[in-house]
């Protein structure tokens, strides 16, 4: 049993390290929005690709709150709810499992 719970283990740590890259992706684009980037640049185009499926969800969900867009904020709070709630949880039944053998 305890290789299972070494796979939950290792899942969960991948799970919090590839949320954790995704957090700075939105937040360089956040940062990179702010300026006025040159669209045909590799580097803004994949920032744009890589998060626009994500953001363009939640802002549709969201009202446009006076020229400041909150979406990558949610966003944000969203991957460390995932983070705390989820990733947790995962290592938290990993350790039962090795502990007890049930999970």
């Known amino acids: 049993m305890f290789v299972f719970a070494n796979f939950i283990s290792a899942g969960a740590r991948v799970l919090d390290a590839l949320l954790t890259v995704y957090m700075y992706i939105i937040i360089a684009r956040a940062i990179v929005s702010w300026v006025n980037p040159d ?29 400041l867009d909150v979406s990558p904020i949610v966003v944000i709070l969203a991957i460390y709810f995932i983070q705390w709630f989820v990733v947790s949880t995962l290592l938290d039944v990993a350790f039962k499992l090795k502990v007890t053998g049930t999970p």
């Open 39 to 67: 669209p045909y640049n590799p580097i803004v185009r994949f920032l744009y690709q890589a998060t626009e499926p994500v953001i363009g969800r939640v802002r549709r969900l969201l009202p446009f709150m006076g020229g």
